[in-house]
């Protein structure tokens, strides 16, 4: 299995591998190319995953930024700014080459529509930047329309065949297929709110994942990821909208919709410039959080967001 050739401009192929050898070979020789070009590498995919790239790259693995995506992209909302932005804009005078799993087996169906929207998104972010990111797909072990999707999100694909040019390349597409519909839980509770009452919704929140089993500082979390929806709500979408607290599959999920429209693809995931003032309120949801699931349309905007109790 080939390396991926790299010139100046971003770079997004996917791996496809069945098995231990080829994950090794696509990915390892990918990392070995870089240190020997002299590139910043990082490496940010599944724990089981990442000990098995450690150990095939022994000393040098001391020289690449090694993080387990299960912690570092829970949510994958946060993997653009978080990991792939904070290391490219670490060496803003090289190019950066990173290995970037966010989608692996065990990943759950409500999970996924994110994920597949953050390697979309991924392509606008990077957008005309000397960096390269290649992200590994198992072929024995996700569903076909994963691949397929996959094949929407990366311009190339390599494989054990080589690399080849994906024909299905067309990620505003697949953001467009997820920006799915969100309708609360059927045991919800809800509660309207304007810039009158937004201390309310706060507090209305801390009651009700208490109540629902949140503590500490999932408790905090919760109070200040609704705090910045609301506020962004009634400063952005229409003054006013409606708050809605459930439980479900062990979670707390949280929704704020309100009437705005959301036009920026990449709200919540663009770091803010040096010295901007505001603009970071999404982004710290998604940093806080286990989940976040979106929805915009002509009749508003929906902020979904999952916290484990």
């Known amino acids: 299995m080939s390396a991926v050739?790299?010139?100046?401009?971003?770079?997004?192929?996917?791996?496809?591998y069945r098995g231990e050898r080829e994950y090794l070979d696509g990915t390892v020789s990918f990392?070995?190319?870089?240190l020997d070009l002299?590139?910043?590498?990082?490496v940010a995919v599944p724990g089981p995953n990442l000990e098995l790239i450690r150990n095939a790259l022994g000393a040098r693995a001391e020289d690449v930024l090694l993080l387990d995506m299960v912690q570092a992209g829970r949510n994958p909302g946060r993997i653009i700014p978080k990991v792939l932005r904070a290391f490219?804009?670490?060496h803003p005078r090289q190019r950066a080459r990173i290995v970037g799993e966010p989608i692996w087996a065990g990943r759950s169906a409500v999970e996924y529509p994110a994920c597949a929207q953050h390697e979309a998104l991924i392509n606008a972010a990077f957008e005309g930047r000397a960096v390269t990111i290649l992200c590994p797909y198992d072929e024995e072990r996700l569903d076909e329309a994963v691949?397929?999707?996959?094949?929407?999100?990366?311009?190339?694909i390599v494989s054990r065949d080589g690399s080849l040019v994906s024909d299905?390349?067309?990620?505003?597409?697949?953001v467009a297929r997820y920006n799915e519909a969100l309708t609360p839980g059927p045991d919800a509770a809800v509660l309207s709110f304007d810039a009158g009452n937004l201390y309310t919704a706060r507090a209305f929140t801390v009651e009700q994942a208490g109540r629902l089993g949140l503590a500490g500082q999932r408790l905090q979390d919760a109070?200040?990821?609704?705090?910045?929806?609301?506020?962004?709500?009634?400063?952005?979408?229409?003054?006013?909208?409606?708050?809605?607290?459930w439980a479900e599959a062990g979670r707390l999920v949280c929704e704020v919709r309100d009437t705005g429209r959301l036009t920026d693809p990449l709200a919540g995931r663009r770091p803010p410039a040096r010295g901007q003032i505001g603009g970071r309120g999404l982004m710290l949801v998604h940093y806080v959080a286990d989940l976040v699931r979106l929805h915009t349309g002509d009749d508003g905007t929906t902020?979904?967001?999952?916290?484990?109790c």
Do not use: K, Q
């Open 88 to 90: 490219a804009d670490a």
């Open 303 to 308: 902020v979904r967001f999952y916290l484990s």
């Open 38 to 42: 002299g590139e910043p590498v990082a």
């Open 223 to 245: 109070e200040l990821a609704v705090a910045e929806l609301t506020t962004n709500s009634v400063v952005h979408g229409g003054g006013h909208g409606t708050l809605a607290v």
């Open 5 to 16: 050739a790299t010139h100046e401009a971003f770079e997004h192929p996917a791996l496809f």
């Open 147 to 156: 691949l397929t999707d996959a094949r929407g999100t990366h311009p190339t």
């Open 168 to 174: 299905a390349y067309d990620w505003p597409s697949v």
């Open 31 to 34: 990392v070995r190319e870089g």
